[in-house]
């Protein structure tokens, strides 16, 4: 098993190109689905989660291929098999996405019922009944859900909570759907903008997209075409605290402010200095921070996907700061691994309560999911001395080649099994 060294203490200092967005992605390869033409995806973000995602369409029938670095073909003409595998799903949830896309494509879908995961139970109940809603009878037998429908029809859905997957699962089965379905109490995220935006590519009508009611009118069918995803704001985000962190100057290329505003008002509070540059957004830092009030919650709220990420940062913030997670139950596991390092964090209930400390030193430590990775990584820049991350096949999944970015801007990084990191210790640290 790689993982992945760390030699924490350097100011960093440069440009960081931000990748496409993941769980734009995601949800736009799944949507393509319903067309009936080749589909070309721009600026798609090389990572796990994308080459399971194409593994997935394949396996469909859809040929599916990274034709350069960042751009996925999509030809769905020839899909053939409803029925998405156990192995691809467990892997990653957001396989369940394209339960809705084949339903409302072919009339037919069988996806396993996807399990908790490590940041909490994670039920698709939203996804399912508003599937209901639309005309289509699901059942569960063996652990998979089989979804069957003549065709969907429009109807109204309301959410109790703004889910984003239900969100996105839910439009894009209703761009097929005869007639209108209104979505209320809807997602809001940037993520949803772009999916609505992709489908309407393709000849779909969704209007109010980015608002908490979307109104979809059904199309017969949806033709190819050509789109390019928006850049991911979680990454941006995570580079903006690694430039926090490190009491650096970085330049983060193809962030958009308008979509991070939430993040980016918690990090100027806690003393960063952030600007929007020509193409980005240029984060510095140079004085400790100061420690800060978070309280997790649906977009435009401040995103539970930076909550472990900002908590790295606060560690070493003057005071204390409070984290309070309402979008996850049990996003805390990143806890005791940043307390390994030096961190002063404990947990009550929903809350992390972070009394900020001097300095963090470098430990070997566990990254239980993708955004603890991030924290831990984080930390590992800011941390004197050397860390070791295991668990780093959760941060392959959503961050594109953040070792040699992170090289690029001077860290001291790299990634390697521990059989080779003697070799790797003396070349790279
Ligand atoms: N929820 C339900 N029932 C449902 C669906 C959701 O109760 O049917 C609850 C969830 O349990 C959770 C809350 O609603 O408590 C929000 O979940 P949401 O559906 O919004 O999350 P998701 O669509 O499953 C996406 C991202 C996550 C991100 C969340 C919240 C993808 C592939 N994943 O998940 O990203 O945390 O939205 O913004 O788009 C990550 O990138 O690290 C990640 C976990």
Not at 197 to 205: I, K, R
Not at 235 to 254: H, V, W
Not at 277 to 303: A, E, Q, S, W, Y
Request: glycine content about 10%; some cysteine.
């Amino acid at each position: 098993m790689e993982k992945l060294y760390i030699n924490g203490g350097r100011e960093l200092s440069g440009v960081v190109r931000i990748s496409g967005s993941k769980n734009a992605a995601l949800a736009i390869m799944a949507g393509a689905i319903l067309a009936e033409d080749v589909v070309t995806l721009y600026n798609v973000p090389r990572i796990l989660d994308t080459q399971i995602m194409v593994e997935l369409l394949n396996g469909l029938g859809a040929s599916t291929r990274f034709v350069d670095m960042n751009t996925v073909t999509i030809d769905p003409r020839n899909i053939h098999c409803l029925e998405a595998p156990y192995e691809l799903v467990s892997k990653m949830r957001a396989s369940f996405s394209v339960l809705g896309p084949l339903l409302a494509r072919f009339g037919f879908a069988r996806v396993p019922v996807p399990g908790g995961c490590d940041i909490g139970a994670r039920p698709v109940n939203f996804h399912i009944e508003g599937l209901k809603r639309l005309g289509a009878s699901l059942h569960t037998e063996h652990g998979i859900y089989t979804a069957e429908c003549n065709s969907l029809h429009g109807n109204s859905i309301y959410f109790d909570f703004q889910s984003a997957g239900a969100t996105q699962h839910l439009m894009t089965a209703a761009a097929l759907a005869d007639g209108v379905t209104t979505i209320d109490n809807c997602a809001t995220e940037p993520e949803v903008v772009d999916l609505a935006n992709f489908l309407n590519s393709l000849g779909a009508d969704i209007q109010g997209a980015g608002t908490t009611t979307i109104r979809v009118s059904g199309k017969k069918r949806l033709h190819g075409g050509e789109y390019s995803i928006i850049p991911d704001r979680m990454e941006a985000g995570t580079f903006a605290i690694i430039a926090a962190i490190t009491c650096s100057d970085l330049k983060l290329q193809n962030a958009v402010y308008s979509h991070m505003k939430p993040m980016i008002s918690k990090i100027v509070e806690a003393g960063a200095d952030v600007t929007e540059d020509f193409n980005g957004l240029r984060v510095k830092c140079n004085v400790r921070l100061n420690g800060i009030n978070i309280k997790t919650m649906p977009h435009p709220g401040f995103p539970t996907d930076m909550h472990q990420p900002i908590a790295a940062l606060l560690s070493i913030a003057s005071g204390t700061s409070v984290i309070t997670e309402n979008v996850y139950e049990s996003r805390f596991r990143y806890v005791n691994e940043l307390n390994r390092m030096g961190a002063n964090i404990k947990v009550e209930g929903r809350t992390a309560v972070i009394t900020g400390v001097e300095r963090l030193t470098g430990a070997p430590v566990t990254a239980t999911d993708l955004r603890a990775g991030a924290s831990l990584i984080c930390a590992a820049l800011a941390a004197e001395g050397e860390t070791e991350i295991a668990g780093i096949e959760h941060i392959d999944r959503g961050y594109e080649n953040y070792v040699g970015k992170l090289a690029a801007l001077g860290a001291s990084i790299c990634k390697g099994s521990e059989d080779s990191w003697e070799g790797l210790k003396v070349c790279s640290l």
